[in-house]
């Protein structure tokens, strides 16, 4: 089964990633709400990474079926040893979300697929795919220096493009996380969503509404010594 199995610790996003899910679910599904323009009666229920899974993360096929979206055709779209993603989410009416989280700014960029040449050929197809239906700029690469991002768009326009899955991308970064050797501020994050964002020939497209940048200044996260200040609820296997 396509799973990654992770350490009980963690640094960097993976590790405030995981305390503000498992700690934090309410502050941070107040945030996620507010990213996509959300009222609060449409509760987020956590799928990883929680504790009770052992923050185990998902990818191919195995997070299709976490997030319980039927559809066999991921083989066809994405070569296996596809996106790791941090995290999974669904809420009460049926929306899926992805999560990607950066707490160190130069983890921002990638330059290329480490996929062999086989794979790289159906790779670069469906990156071309995507970027087409995000009606980017056609001298924008995909391939590099934001591939990263760029096949998170695609898994993005695969759901929700393809499989008509009411299916959500949320971009998290942490500010100031004090773990990273270069913290970044809000300002440095939103240029480098910017920088991305032009990079990859992004304008408006059918996509918008369904991609959110949350930029997570919550200091209480980094404050081991502090009780969180509301309860959890139990997170949803």
Same mark, same amino acid.
């Given at each position: 089964?396509?799973?990654?199995?992770?350490?009980?610790?963690?640094?960097?996003?993976?590790?405030?990633?995981?305390?503000a899910?498992?700690?934090?679910?309410?502050? =941070?599904? $107040?945030?996620?709400?507010?990213?996509f323009g959300?009222?609060?009666?449409?509760?987020?229920?956590?799928?990883?990474p929680?504790?009770?899974d052992?923050y185990?993360?998902? @990818?191919?096929?195995?997070?299709?079926?976490?997030?319980?979206v039927?559809t066999?055709?991921?083989?066809?779209?994405?070569?296996?040893g596809?996106?790791r993603w941090?995290g999974?989410?669904k809420?009460?009416?049926?929306?899926?979300?992805?999560?990607?989280?950066k707490?160190?700014i130069?983890?921002?960029?990638?330059?290329?697929?480490?996929?062999?040449?086989?794979?790289?050929?159906?790779i670069?197809?469906?990156?071309?795919e995507? $970027?087409?239906a995000?009606?980017?700029?056609?001298?924008?690469?995909?391939?590099s220096? @934001?591939?990263?991002?760029?096949?998170?768009l695609?898994h993005?326009?695969?759901?929700a493009?393809v499989?008509?899955?009411d299916?959500?991308?949320? =971009?998290?970064? =942490?500010?100031?996380?004090?773990d990273?050797?270069?913290?970044?501020?809000?300002?440095?994050?939103?240029?480098?969503?910017s920088?991305?964002?032009?990079?990859?020939g992004?304008?408006e497209?059918?996509f918008?509404?369904?991609?959110?940048?949350?930029?997570?200044?919550?200091e209480?996260?980094?404050?081991?010594?502090?009780?969180?200040?509301?309860?959890?609820?139990?997170?949803?296997?």
């Amino acid at each position: 089964m396509p799973i990654r199995e992770r350490p009980a610790e963690t640094q960097r996003s993976e590790h405030w990633l995981r305390v503000a899910v498992n700690d934090f679910t309410d502050i =941070f599904n $107040k945030r996620i709400a507010e990213s996509f323009g959300w009222t609060g009666s449409d509760p987020i229920r956590w799928l990883s990474p929680i504790k009770s899974d052992k923050y185990v993360e998902y @990818f191919d096929q195995s997070f299709l079926d976490k997030l319980q979206v039927r559809t066999s055709q991921i083989a066809n779209f994405w070569p296996p040893g596809g996106p790791r993603w941090d995290g999974l989410a669904k809420t009460k009416s049926g929306k899926v979300i992805l999560i990607e989280a950066k707490a160190h700014i130069e983890e921002m960029v990638d330059y290329h697929s480490r996929a062999s040449s086989a794979s790289l050929t159906r790779i670069n197809n469906s990156l071309e795919e995507a $970027k087409m239906a995000f009606k980017a700029n056609a001298d924008a690469s995909w391939e590099s220096p @934001f591939y990263q991002y760029a096949n998170r768009l695609a898994h993005l326009y695969f759901l929700a493009g393809v499989e008509k899955v009411d299916a959500y991308l949320l =971009f998290v970064y =942490f500010v100031n996380a004090p773990d990273v050797p270069k913290p970044a501020s809000i300002q440095q994050w939103e240029g480098a969503i910017s920088l991305a964002h032009k990079c990859l020939g992004l304008g408006e497209h059918p996509f918008k509404s369904r991609i959110g940048n949350l930029i997570f200044t919550d200091e209480i996260l980094y404050n081991k010594s502090q009780e969180p200040k509301t309860q959890c609820a139990p997170a949803s296997r």
